[in-house]
């Protein structure tokens, strides 16, 4: 099993800036894909950003230039840096590990509990 603690979030005035963070904890494997995910009421749960163990990141259109995903592999945990906070990024930021035993496996997903960002105007 892996266990996925976040923090940070809160509120912030529109154009500024927070970070969320994510610890990973448990049967890591030495391969995983690591990243944030969101969510509001009125959408399905997206992708912001990932990172793979490698380094190779990822981000959604929307957040190109404004968000930036970090990782430390020793520590197993993951960060997003958010700039240039839109009313539009409202939502609950779940952390996301990704991973399979090996390549004849299926990938498991495993979530944090979520942790939420708002945004004032």
Known sequence: QVQLVESGGGLVQQGGSLRVSCEASGSI???YIMGWYRQNPHTEREVVA?????????YHDSVKGRFTISTDYAKKTVDLQMS?????D????????RQRKDVFSEYTDYWGRGTQVSVAR
């Open 29 to 31: 494997f030495n391969e």
């Open 50 to 58: 990932t990172i793979s163990s490698d380094g190779t990141a990822e």
């Open 84 to 88: 240039t906070l839109l009313p539009g």
């Open 90 to 97: 409202m939502a609950v930021y779940y952390c996301n590990l």
